[in-house]
């Protein structure tokens, strides 16, 4: 495996790993793969701690948030980048918990220039219920550091600046007392209310002691990643969420408040723009089945969220008869098997993840942004004789007008549109498939797949321009197959 995942990597010098869906799609494991076996640094350039991937250590679960997870090898370095928005408190915790757990952070670097998520921050996020957000204040940090009425990570170092600045964001604020009472509970702002107010001396005073706990972590990051590049290190890049929830990629407005297209993630690294052909991207692609959670609309949803419950209870329920029901056509059977035999519940929120077929059409539009190589993952959690592609949608509504295009009813769409108001009224057009009613689970090399799992690969390559590079067929590291 090595041998051919260096012959894949060729000589790229910078690999950015970015999800082309809506996130949640296992880059974790493949930048985890990278950091052991390739890479001299590992970065992240967007989002915050709305991300998560958890990773086993001593057969204990360690989730991160933020730290990218090349912390776990002692050579690499970590860089956390300016595009990316820092809530400090978590960062702490999380250095905290692995330096508990024996793992070295002196390796870990993070930038001055990055945004700070406040505890003001999650609390105006707390009341936004029309996205379904993961409620870590991301979307209120990058909407102030877009209006320059944010904090940046060098200012928590910087208590006079740290004052004024906040309390000229505080007063941005008009939070009632009501609601403030009623999230006065909440694990990570609660201490900072008080009788239905948020109190900011306890704030700016928390952020100036944790402050000093972060400070000698913080450097200029896009200074630090040129002189890995110039020098000659191998620099993996992990982005966040994934394409379509980009602010600027992504279906608008359900999506997050960063831009996650490969080349906004290595410039939100600090990385500079002449990379060249010492970039090389990779897209990850959940298959046959991807997933979504949130709000928004997915054109190629199995079922309806009706069904929806935490993993707690549906790990109870009966796998065999689930699949027996789905088999016989109920789709809300068929989302839960899909989700539970695919462990769909998010790292950061434990929220059951919405369940649909591959979306050929998204993928199309992704393969323009990130380019054509692609992983795919989690091939192994759909044992079903058949699934379904979609490669086009029908139109079904009101008729409208988007990018000098007008939708009509009946109109069938092989160009993604982003605009929420379009796709919510796209419908997937299925085609089946023959598929493998067992797990594909221990195969470990390509010509091991079944004809008709092969011959599906094929065609969605010849459908969408993609390359399939890789592919993830299990939860461990040889389980990773070069097509
Ligand atoms: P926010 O990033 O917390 O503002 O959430 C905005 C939208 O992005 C919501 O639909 C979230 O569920 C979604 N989202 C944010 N981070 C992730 C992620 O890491 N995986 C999947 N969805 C995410």
Redesign the pocket.
């Known amino acids: 495996m090595d041998k051919s995942l260096f012959s894949v990597l060729k000589d790229a010098r910078v690999v950015a790993i970015v999800?082309n869906q809506?996130?949640?799609t296992g880059k974790g494991k493949i930048v985890n793969y990278l950091a052991k076996e390739w890479a001299d640094v590992v970065a992240r350039g967007n989002?915050?701690n709305?991300?998560?991937h958890t990773v086993v250590l001593n057969n204990e679960e360690v989730i991160l948030h933020l730290i990218p997870c090349g912390i776990f090898n002692p050579d690499v370095y970590n860089i956390i980048g300016p595009g990316t928005v820092i809530d400090p408190f978590v960062l702490l915790e999380e250095i905290n918990t692995l330096k508990n757990k024996g793992v070295k952070v002196d390796k870990l670097r993070v930038s001055g220039y990055a945004s700070v998520i406040t505890p003001l921050h999650i609390v105006a996020?707390c009341y936004?219920k029309k996205?379904?957000?993961?409620?870590?204040?991301?979307?209120p940090a990058y909407r102030d550091r877009a209006g320059r009425n944010n904090i940046r990570i060098n200012d928590l170092m910087n208590p006079d600046v740290l004052k004024e600045r906040l309390s000229r964001l505080r007063d941005s604020y008009s939070f009632d007392p009501e609601s403030l009472e009623r999230i006065s509970g909440h694990p990570a702002v609660g201490r900072f209310i008080t009788q239905g107010k948020i109190c900011l001396e306890a704030i700016i005073e928390n952020l100036i002691e944790v402050g000093k706990e972060i400070g000698p972590f913080v450097c200029d990051a896009s200074k630090e990643m040129y002189e890995f590049f110039k020098n000659g290190k191998r620099i993996v890049v992990e982005g966040?969420?994934?394409l379509l929830?980009g602010i600027e990629e992504g279906t608008y407005p359900?999506?997050?408040?960063?831009c996650c297209s490969a080349l906004h993630v290595v410039a939100g690294a600090g990385l500079p723009a002449n990379l060249g052909n010492d970039l090389k991207v990779f897209g990850v692609v959940k298959f046959p089945v991807m997933?979504?959670?949130?709000?928004?609309p997915m054109p190629t949803e199995i079922g309806t969220e009706a069904n929806d419950r935490s993993y707690k209870e549906e790990q109870n329920y009966d796998l065999n008869g689930l699949k027996e029901k789905a088999l016989s056509g109920d789709q809300n059977s068929l989302r839960v098997f899909l989700r539970l035999k695919g462990k769909e519940y998010?790292?950061?929120?434990g929220?059951p993840?919405r369940i649909g077929w591959i979306d050929l059409v998204a993928l199309r539009y992704a393969v323009r942004m990130n380019g054509p190589n692609i992983i795919l993952t989690k091939i192994d959690c759909c044992p079903l004789p058949a699934i379904n592609i979609c490669d086009k949608y029908i139109y079904q509504g009101i008729g409208t007008w988007s990018n000098g295009k007008a939708y009509s009813q009946g109109g069938i769409i092989r160009n993604f549109p982003t605009d929420s108001y379009v796709l919510k009224n796209c419908i997937g057009s299925f085609e089946k498939r023959p598929w493998y009613k067992n797990s594909l689970r221990g195969i470990r090399d390509y010509e091991g797949f079944p004809q008709e799992v092969r011959n599906t690969l094929n065609e969605i390559e010849e459908k969408t321009g993609c390359n399939v590079v890789l592919i993830s067929n299990g939860p461990n590291e040889e389980d990773i197959i070069v097509k």
């Open positions: 999800c809506w996130g949640d989002g915050g709305n991300a998560g996020d936004n996205i379904g957000t993961t409620g870590r204040g991301v979307g966040a969420q994934g929830l359900y999506v997050t408040s960063s997933t979504r959670v949130g709000n928004g998010g790292a950061t929120t929220r993840r």
